[in-house]
């Protein structure tokens, strides 16, 4: 029998692709990949990648359209924020469930998330958004402080800065311009970097939420706590744990804003991942995106249907094949990740430690994906962690307190970059 084909959309060919290609081989499915990171592919696929530029959308689906007439997809998945309108706007062309062309736009932009919510009603903190050099946002009255000033695109808190007064406002936005006007974020030639959004800070306990929406009904598959407070400067996110310990009550109105704000967006088929904050009894969606998970996060959550397990990422394949998602549910284990934070700039050489690390009871799995002489860029301005420690066990609090000593015993070699002779030091 010709095994069935399912497309998969990434912008690169790292540890989720790998996972997805894993749990393909395991459902024997024929995975596929369309990428503009490369065309030369060293994982189990067993077709040629599908050469796409996400700055070219129409050449793009045409790409897949042809790929798809020489051998037919049964279903299609999007990896990371910028695949999610090819996807959308590929399922479209050949007929395959996804989520509405203006549904995974609306999604992908922090503005336009924004004005669906407040249309429909859900709470939404106040919010505006000006071009890059637009002088408003620091004329006295014009935001509430304190503020969060973040790019309308990029993902994983980057560029995302907390501030208290006009003076902390004005730093904030000149280094969100330098990050927006980078090189790096300039060749992503996405037209919604040159604006930016200003919100109000709202204080209280956050959460992300994973989930598949099946033709229009939302399923929570875990809520996660983030035991580390988010309060800022900057919101580097290091610790989820699911299952979450909040009150029943408040675990099923997040659940309720969740799947309320997806319906606000128009998402209609295919995984999401929110994130929100809740204060008082008040529920703020911060994001809905139409994606799962990203990077190595998708191991902490297993699935079970009796005495089988299985990943994340074999869950959204089946789904992807049309499968229900109902047999399978959450594992009963506590389950948590640390992403390793970037401590400061500098040149990664390397880490002792780890084999005492890996030994603390609880820990599963500890992944170090920085590479000896990378440079390493913190947030606000990176996009990258050290890598991850993964703890399974009973309950929340021990392994939180697992991951937690784990990275405590690790000893990282980071060299900080020397200054440029003649170069101004001054910001």
Aim: contains cysteine; glycine residues 8%; charged residues 25%.
């Amino acid at each position: 029998m010709t095994p069935k084909r399912v497309l998969l959309i990434a912008t690169t060919t790292g540890y989720q692709t790998r996972s997805f290609g894993e749990a393909a081989d395991r459902l024997g499915v024929d995975l596929v990949l369309a990428t503009d990171r490369c065309k030369t592919l060293e994982d189990p696929w067993r077709d040629r990648a599908v050469p796409i530029r996400f700055h070219d959308e129409p050449g793009s689906v045409d790409a897949i359209v042809r790929e798809a007439a020489r051998d037919p997809f049964v279903g299609l998945l999007a990896l990371g924020d910028r695949p999610v309108a090819i996807a959308a706007l590929a399922g479209a062309a050949l007929g395959l469930p996804q989520h509405p062309v203006d549904a995974a736009r609306a999604a992908q932009n922090k503005r336009l998330a924004r004005e669906r919510l407040r249309a429909a009603g859900l709470p939404v903190p106040w919010f505006a958004s000006y071009p890059l050099d637009d002088p408003r946002p620091f004329r006295a009255g014009e935001v509430p402080l304190p503020c969060v000033i973040k790019p309308l695109v990029l993902s994983g808190s980057r560029g995302v800065m907390r501030a208290n007064t006009l003076p902390e406002l004005r730093q904030a936005h000149d280094r969100l311009v330098g990050l927006l006007r980078s090189r790096a974020v300039r060749a992503l030639r996405d037209p919604d970097a040159d604006a930016l959004l200003v919100e109000e800070y709202i204080p209280g306990d956050e959460y992300a939420i994973e989930g598949l929406i099946e033709r229009g009904a939302v399923r929570v598959l875990a809520i996660f706590d983030k035991p580390d407070p988010l309060e800022g400067p900057f919101f580097e996110e290091t610790i989820y744990v699911t299952p979450s310990r909040a009150p029943a009550g408040r675990q099923r109105a997040i659940e309720r804003a969740i799947a309320d704000a997806a319906a606000a967006l128009g998402l209609h088929h295919g995984p999401i991942h929110g994130e929100c904050r809740v204060n008082g009894d008040r529920v703020y969606v911060l994001e809905v995106a139409a994606r799962p998970i990203g990077g190595l996060c998708a191991r902490a959550l297993r699935f079970e249907n009796g005495a089988v397990g299985i990943s994340l990422e074999e869950l959204l394949l089946r789904h992807a094949l049309g499968e229900p998602s109902a047999p399978w549910t959450r594992e009963a284990a506590a389950s948590a990740v640390m992403m390793i934070p970037i401590p400061h700039r500098g040149v990664y050489r390397g880490v002792e430690g780890i084999e005492v690390a890996r030994a603390v009871p609880g820990v599963t799995e500890i992944r170090i994906t920085a590479k000896p002489d990378q440079l390493l860029i913190p947030l606000p301005e990176g996009a990258s962690y050290l890598g991850f420690i993964f703890a399974r066990g009973d309950d929340a609090r021990g392994v939180i307190e697992a991951v937690r000593a784990a990275h405590a015993r690790l000893a990282f070699a980071i060299d900080r970059p020397l200054p440029i002779v003649g170069a101004s030091t001054r910001r």
